[in-house]
């Protein structure tokens, strides 16, 4: 629908801009009629009518300012309210056929214009099926993802709690071996101290009785000089007299004098001298030897406590494979005959080590070769389910990691099975070996690059309850373990 040639201007023939009215009565654009009369002041003539106008004058319209507004504000509300319906706004027909090239709805002499000539234009109802499908196909795909990020921002906050907690567990025990050190140092450092301070007042002590003693002997050796030096002065024939006497007392006093000096307190000078020198030296290489703990990765086998560990066959799966001497596993193809006992694994492809723990920090080292797709190895405890199927992970007394099955990742990526879900580990290159370490006292759960000692996962503060704890392995096809 098109504004009434009584909203348009008869110059541009479209609906009025800023209309204005002359003399005679007639509307036009301003801008319209400014350039049809031009610069000149002189009078013009009416565009429609030819009436002169002597003064050029006009006056705004503004009446029909307002009914144009409102006349145009009524078509967009009656456009809107056609496509609402269903209606062609610009024919005024049902919208029932649909353009395949563009994905609109037309009308029937839409579909004839020009623009879609050459497209397929079906009826509406024929693709309403298709594209609900498409709809409803991307509905789901939207809600699987949504349901995998859930998952995924899950899995990252209680990796984030986990590392939290492990941290603020090493700040303790850091401030606790800190200041475990800094006490025996304060400690021997105050008894050094007090050890020196009573050298320092026998020092003392001892000058001022020897002090005391040698101004003694000085007033003595003074007399003795003068009793010497009037026996020399006299004559000859007085001199003589009582000689021997005067030598006697020279003699006693010559094997009487003792060098008053500080015997011993010098030999323990220089015995605190040597001391010091070798705490300097021990200090030196105290700190070395911290730097090198703190630097370099710490690593069990610094620790006495490899275990050499063997499967047990009671408790494999009748798919399992285990070599002559225990220490290899590979899982078949076929189910072996094997007999029924209550250790055995029956739903999924695992076997238990046969070494028990309930106390100490055992370790091992366990060598995989994949070419399948899932493995799993670390910790379980004894009472752990065997006839029915379970998934790794703490809540499953299982404390363990590996790469699971379905999951499409690189070869450097490994998951620790943690409770309620697993955390995905990016590691800077595939471990070929992997040793595992057993701290049962702390509840602790360790696992390593056997070659480079780079720590691969902890699982802190694990609850054994005092039950026994084995070695746990699960294979697949195309994956050989040796421990």
Not at 134 to 160: C, F, P, W, Y
Not at 331 to 345: A, I, T, Y
Request: net charge negative.
């Amino acid at each position: 629908m098109e504004l009434s040639y009584e909203w348009t201007c008869p110059i541009c023939l479209e609906t009025f801009k800023n209309p204005v009215t002359i003399d005679c009565g007639h509307n036009f654009c301003q801008a319209c009629l400014s350039q049809y009369w031009g610069a000149s002041n002189r009078c013009g003539s009416c565009p429609q009518c030819r009436q002169m106008v002597p003064q050029r004058n006009f006056q705004p319209n503004r009446l029909l300012v307002n009914m144009i507004e409102r006349v145009q504000k009524l078509e967009e509300e009656k456009r809107t309210q056609w496509k609402k319906m269903g209606t062609c706004a610009k024919h005024w027909l049902p919208l029932d056929r649909f353009c395949k090239e563009d994905e609109t709805i037309l009308c029937s002499v839409c579909e004839r214009s020009k623009e879609h000539l050459d497209h397929v234009v079906v009826s509406w109802e024929d693709v309403v099926p298709e594209y609900k499908d498409q709809i409803e196909a991307n509905m789901k795909s939207l809600q699987k993802r949504r349901m995998s990020v859930m998952k995924q921002m899950t899995i990252e906050d209680h990796g984030r709690k986990e590392c939290l907690n492990q941290i603020e567990l090493e700040n303790q025990n850091i401030s606790s071996a800190f200041d475990q050190m800094n006490n025996f140092l304060k400690e021997k450092k105050g008894f050094w101290l007090g050890q020196l301070q009573d050298l320092e007042s026998s020092i003392k002590e001892k000058y001022e009785r020897n002090i005391s003693t040698l101004s003694k002997e000085l007033l003595s050796l003074s007399n003795l000089i003068a009793v010497m030096n009037e026996k020399f002065q006299q004559p000859a024939d007085e001199f003589l007299q009582d000689i021997k006497s005067t030598l006697k007392r020279f003699e006693k006093r010559e094997r009487d004098y003792t060098p008053y000096l500080l015997p011993g307190l010098e030999g323990r000078v220089q015995t605190f001298s040597q001391k010091v020198a070798a705490v300097e030296m021990t200090m030196r290489v105290y700190t070395d030897s911290l730097e090198y703990a703190l630097t370099k990765a710490w690593s069990p086998k610094q620790m006495p406590n490899k275990v050499d560990v063997t499967l047990d066959p009671n408790t494999a799966n009748t798919f399992l494979i285990l070599s002559m001497d225990l220490k290899n596993v590979i899982c078949g193809v076929e189910e072996q005959k094997l007999p029924s006992v209550p250790e055995r694994f029956d739903w999924e492809p695992c076997v238990l080590g046969s070494d028990r723990f309930t106390s100490g920090n055992p370790w091992w080292e366990v060598e995989v070769k994949e070419e399948g797709e899932m493995w799993v190895l670390g910790v379980a405890k004894e009472t752990i389910r065997r006839k029915k199927s379970f998934i790794p992970s703490p809540s499953e007394d299982v404390w363990a990691i590996g790469k699971p099955s379905g999951g499409s990742f690189s070869s450097n990526e490994l998951w620790a099975f943690t409770s309620p879900k697993p955390i995905l580990l990016n590691l800077r290159h595939n471990p070929q070996k992997i040793l595992v370490s057993l701290n049962y006292d702390e509840g602790c759960v360790e696992f390593f690059d056997a070659d480079s000692d780079e720590r691969i996962f902890t699982f802190s503060a694990a609850s054994f309850c005092g039950e026994t704890i084995r070695p746990f392995f699960w294979v697949t096809p195309g994956v050989w373990l040796k421990c």
